[in-house]
């Protein structure tokens, strides 16, 4: 079977073969449909972190040459000095790409320790230089990113199906960006402030877990950080995603600035 390059794919493929189309394909399969493998060269800023026993746990995106941002629910899952950083490996279970370990860990203040609430973002700083090209990160100018619809990129390692295994491959998927409005009636506890959602009404294309803190891409900009969900890829139940334009300048600032304390 022939690999295509734009195969949108996820974290879920229960269909055989990667020539999906962006959508959900119902028809042909019942379950999760619509991820397929992805490619580290695609993608080079898409690393995952891993615990001391080399375990991937969550995903994370390359911002900066020495900085990634993540999920604050990754980044206190794991003691600091446990954290492995893993960059340029598409299959786990190879020794490909750089594994970095992370110097400082910064979790947004206002995050409460429950995803649901919202704030689910933290930048790390790792040991040494990523040499991978980063992903630039969405501000307050990228308003047009998040409008109702836009096609955007979800990237990971996590479970292929809801309750499912999780992937050896890097995987994408194509979801389109949901109303506030939409997510609303699907989360009450949904904050367009600093959330946004990601999916198809009738599902079938989603994150899952093990996705977390993984990004949510247009084109070359990071716009969410992957945060949690009801289940994985249900119909009414989009992913929910850390509005990454918020926290912009949080962001940058922990690039190269050495904080007190
Ligand atoms: N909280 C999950 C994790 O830690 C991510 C769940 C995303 N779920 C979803 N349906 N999009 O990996």
Redesign the pocket.
């Known amino acids: 079977m022939a690999t295509a390059v734009m195969v949108p794919v996820v974290v879920t493929s229960a269909s055989a073969d990667d020539t999906a189309v962006s959508g959900p394909d119902k028809a042909a399969e019942p379950r999760i449909v619509g991820g397929g493998k992805a490619s580290v060269s695609q993608y080079p800023y898409a690393v995952f972190l891993a615990d001391r026993s080399g375990n991937q746990y969550?995903g994370a995106v390359i911002v900066s040459s020495t900085t990634i941002a993540t999920a604050a629910?990754c980044a206190v899952a794991v003691k600091k000095n446990d954290v492995r950083v893993v960059a340029g490996r598409e299959d786990k279970r190879t020794r490909d790409g750089v594994e970095l370990r992370v110097s400082k860990v910064w979790v947004s203040p206002d995050y409460s320790g429950d995803?649901g609430k919202g704030d689910d973002i933290a930048v790390m700083t790792v040991s040494g230089q990523l040499p991978y090209r980063p992903a630039k990160v969405a501000d307050n100018g990228n308003a047009d990113l998040y409008e109702e619809g836009t096609k955007a990129t979800v990237l990971g390692w996590?479970r292929v199906a809801d309750g499912g295994a999780r992937s050896d491959y890097l995987r994408s998927a194509v979801v389109p960006v949901v109303s506030d409005k939409t997510c609303r009636t699907a989360y009450s506890g949904y904050d367009p402030s600093d959330m946004v959602c990601a999916g198809y009404p009738e599902g079938g294309v989603?994150?899952?877990?093990?996705?977390?803190g993984g990004p949510l891409m247009v084109g070359d900009t990071l716009i969410g950080i992957?945060s949690?969900?009801e289940?994985?890829a249900k119909a009414g139940k989009p992913?929910v995603y850390t509005r990454v334009s918020h926290f912009s300048n949080e962001i940058s600032q922990q690039n190269g600035r050495k904080l007190i304390g």
Do not use: I, L, T
């Open positions: 969550c629910h995803p996590g989603d994150a899952c877990q093990g996705d977390s992957v949690f969900g289940g994985c992913g």
